[in-house]
């Protein structure tokens, strides 16, 4: 039944719960965000619409943290049920962040437990707000030690490797490698911004859908101007990874940028395809891009995949997800600029269909985003499993079960997203938000409502 | 102390943790669908839901917390267990997954579905069984190494009579150790129908949790005669366990003093935990695995001590602020918050 060797096999499991895991992981490092900064403007400004907007926000959070946590469990122990040679050298390196890892995430599950049950227990609703901080700060921290451990993956240092002996450990100098600084810059800006716009969709949905009472309003406005700042710091640390990449990993950059000779003032290639022999074709060529994006400077020596062993080279699909990726990200920046432009020209109307459509299609458009951006980053260190050390193939399980553990994950993560739909249509279909603030804050709803 | 030995009372300490927190939840799952079929649903889920509800996500840390640190502490655990649990871990992940999610997906909705509340009372007890694999094949003969890498020797594991005591002791002591823990917070809400019913659950428990241990001793000296040397040389340590439990069942059948009960419910499993753990070593993994073997580097050791000496600092304070919040706070117990 399975034609598969276990290492392709567990390549597959791990990809499988490491993609499904990504959402939940972003959405749970990027809302608490969200919630926090809702609540502070309800309480400063004293609207209950901001207030409504986070507690909404949180009723729907505590759906995705509960897969979110599960799946990181299963991820957590797949690394040693799946590669458990690669664990076993790489685990004496990287235990520290991986541990730490662990801090933060029990820091977050403490005080999210507290927060989620302490709505209207305090008199004072700062000190409710203060508890949304360990939250922030806990899942913010979870990204930053677990990336770092990414980082490690792709350019390891911190340790020395005498036959299969690891010796001389510095685990500072693995948890803080040249990686570490982009990576964890890029996903958590990432993240808040995938979040800001799944939650501007479902703002953008209720407006498409007329029903334009004031509270969606100032959830859209609130969203699609996160949107944008963090858009903009997105657009920083991508550019910053590339950099980092020119220098660090040359392979990967050259691999998803279609760059097979080394060149001053190399180009920049979008989209286009490969012919059977390895030409470009339907490209656009940007002049001298690619020397800039990589050294800014328009004319920098920019390292081809001639330089890189045979063996050694990653697929070189890996451009299509590395495109994809930026031109969403423009796309993000452009849309959510375009609303406050529209937003600020009294003449023009920042409710149009149209823009809406275009908010609503940015939380979908970004999580696919965060996909073809850790697609992109993990098959480009290919054929590494610990770039430079060890390869896939040897830090794979030898067990000839993996086969039927996919199909066994596949249905769990099939149950968990039909059960993840169905709890989420049930807090808000019967519940929408209008009664919600009648119900609780009648004085607000007296006051007229939608213009 | 050296740092191994720093390391794995470490771990030790935080399996600990997840045996008491989880059996709590595990036992708790099984006896709503027990109150459930026997149409006594209505007198404890409420219960049961106010105490879980805030805590089920640390529940989890728990777990998580106690594996990465063994990776950390003892990298070649990962190889060894790592390539023969393959088939019980995954079965165990999906279980959890199955219950944790769940249980946060029903908890805004009714908790009227007879599937669901179903495979929340079976997970919890499956999950304790597929999890107690890794403390059976600890004890070695059910792991071989050959050329092709290391497997786990099914055939052994399902005919031994020494991992199904395991198993049978695993069921028992979350029944137990839950509905003491149970019948101790229905006082505290002072829900007197629910705990003459939880302390009924308690005093059922005891007797074949109390057998289960015996067999089990038996059933390790077939298994692993060193280990259960090295366990008859520490007999006080038993005996002193077997002591909290003569003093939580004849408090619990007093009927009053039920926080020490409970109390003596978690230093007999502490006592007895920690004297199968001081048994079981030097080894880790029979044989292949040994405390000092399979340490990680200095460096990586000392480190790993301090941050979690910090981590400590941050952790104890935030416990403690949340089952001030939800455990002792005879409001909310009440559910009067």
Known sequence: MFDLDSATLSRMLTALTLGYHAIFATLGVGIPVMISIAEFIGIKKKDPHYTLLARRWTRGFTITVAVGVVTGTAIGLQLSLLWPSFMQLAGKVIALPLFMETFAFFFEAIFLGIYLYTWDRFKNPMYHWLLSIPVVIGSTLSAFFITSVNGFLNTPQGFELEGDTVTSIQPLAAMFNPATPTKVFHVVSTSYLTAAAVLATIAAIYLLKKKNTLYHMKALKLTVVSVFIFAIATAIAGDLSAKFLAEEQPEKLAAGEWHFETEEGADLVVFGTLNENQEVENAIRIPNALSFLAHGDFNAEVTGLDQIPDDEEPPLWIHYMFDLMVSIGFFTLGISLMYMVFWKVKKWNEYHPLLLWGIASLGPLSMAAVEFGWVFAELGRQPWILRGFMTVSEGATTSPYVGWMLILFIGLYTVLSIGCIIALRKIFKGNPAEHELEHRYPEVAAAKEGN | ?337
């Open chain 2, 1 to 337: 102390m050296s740092y191994e030995l720093v390391g794995i009372s470490v771990l030790w300490l935080f399996l600990y943790g997840y045996l008491i927190v989880a059996s709590i939840d595990f036992g708790a799952g099984f006896f709503a669908y027990f109150a459930k079929v026997t149409k006594k649903d209505h007198i404890i889920n409420k219960l049961i839901s106010r105490y879980l509800s805030p805590v089920w996500e640390v529940t989890n840390v728990f777990f998580v917390f106690f594996f990465v640190g063994l990776i950390g502490f003892f990298p070649d655990m990962a190889y060894y267990f790592g390539q023969s649990l393959l088939i019980p871990g995954s079965i165990a992940i999906v279980l959890l997954a199955i219950r944790g999610s769940f249980y946060a997906f029903e908890n805004y909705g009714s908790k009227e579905n007879h599937l669901y509340m179903f495979l929340y009372g079976a997970t919890g007890l499956l999950i304790p069984a597929a999890l107690s694999t890794a403390l059976t094949i600890s004890e070695g003969g059910f792991i071989e190494e050959t050329e092709n890498g290391v497997h786990l020797m099914y055939g052994e594991l399902f005919s031994s009579p020494y991992s199904w005591s395991v198993v049978f002791l695993a069921i028992v002591s979350v029944l137990y150790i839950s509905s003491m823990f149970l019948a101790f917070y229905a006082k505290r809400a002072g829900d007197q129908p629910a705990l003459d019913l939880v302390r009924k659950y308690a005093l059922f428990w005891s007797s074949p949790t109390i057998i289960a241990s015996l067999t089990t001793f038996i059933a390790l000296s077939q298994q692993n005669p060193e280990h259960f040397q090295r366990a008859i040389d520490l007999w006080w340590v038993f005996g002193i366990s077997v002591a909290f439990f003569m003093a939580a069942v004849f408090l619990i059948y007093q009927g009053k003093y039920y926080g020490w009960a409970f109390i003596a419910v978690m230093l007999q499993f502490f006592v007895a935990f920690f004297g199968y753990g001081a048994s079981h070593l030097p080894y880790l993994l029979y044989p292949y695995v040994t405390l000092s073997g399979g340490v990680t580097s200095e460096a990586m050791a000392v480190a790993l001590i301090v941050v979690f000496i910090a981590g400590l600092l941050l952790l104890i304070p935030s416990l403690i602020m949340l089952m001030r919040m939800f455990l002792f706070d005879a409001d909310y117990v009440k559910g009067k918050k």
